[in-house]
């Protein structure tokens, strides 16, 4: 069965380090999501992306945030300048086309991202 | 703004008991609903979905959900909850085609 995948699984870096998430979504997918949660608080929507551009962003999602496609398998999101307050789990989620598809989004396992 | 409230943080059941799990939502159209479990340190599998329908819908692992227009809810239920149940559940609402989760509860199982 189709699956996201998302790498590392497990990030640990120094505050203010750039970092670079990976995530593969199912191949003909191409809505694609990045939700982060907060430990021990509840999954938050930080930007979805289509047709090579973002569709929406949530208001955590400020300019040390970035999205690409950079291929036609890989979406990542980049976090320029990390702050204490980043640690988190990130999930990507990817959604079809189809007509119930689109309603229905598939997570990754998600990347734990520690910042010191 | 459309919002899930899940009112209750932690629920402890006893192994092979009856589960039943609260969420509220709040939206103005028919609404998309979801399920979503997460063991420890794993990611969100999705249990059960409503689009439209038949208001009861069967999820995987045992569990149903039921759609209820005139009280605003979509509780997830299992008859006879096993130790591997243990995990946090969440409630989801499809807003402008994202996801906007409630707070989770966490379900504790004692044998």
């Known amino acids: 069965e189709p699956e996201v995948t998302q790498t590392p699984s497990h990030q640990v870096t120094q505050m203010g380090q750039e970092v670079i998430l990976r995530c593969v979504p199912i191949?003909?997918?191409?809505?694609f999501y990045w939700y982060r949660q907060i430990l021990g608080q509840k999954v938050e929507f930080l930007v979805s992306?289509?047709?090579?551009?973002?569709?929406?962003k949530s208001e955590i999602f400020d300019d040390q945030f970035s999205v690409e496609r950079p291929d036609g398998s890989n979406f990542t999101l980049k976090i320029r300048s990390t702050k204490l307050e980043d640690s988190a789990m990130y999930f990507c989620?990817?959604?079809?086309?189809?007509?119930?598809?689109?309603?229905?989004?598939?997570f990754g396992p998600g990347t734990r991202l520690t910042v010191l | 703004a459309q919002s899930v409230t899940q009112p209750d943080i932690h629920i402890t059941v006893s192994e092979g008991a009856s589960l039943e799990l609260r969420c509220n939502y709040s939206?103005?159209?028919?609404?998309?609903l979801f399920w979503y479990v997460q063991s420890p340190g794993q990611g969100l599998q999705l249990l059960l979905k409503?689009?439209?329908?038949?208001?009861l819908v069967q999820g995987i692992k045992g569990f149903e959900a039921e759609f209820k227009r005139s009280q605003s809810s979509f509780n997830l239920r299992k008859p006879s909850v096993h130790w591997s149940d243990a995990a946090e559940y969440f409630c989801?609402?499809?807003?402008?085609?994202?996801?906007?989760f409630g707070a989770g509860t966490t379900v504790t199982v004692r044998a």
């Open positions: 989620a990817s959604t079809g086309v189809g007509l119930e598809d689109y309603n229905e989004q598939f």
């Open positions: 191949s003909n997918h191409l809505y």
């Open positions: 992306f289509y047709n090579n551009e973002i569709s929406e």
């Open positions: 939206y103005g159209a028919t609404p998309y």
């Open positions: 409503y689009f439209s329908g038949d208001t």
């Open positions: 989801a609402v499809l807003n402008d085609y994202k996801l906007s």
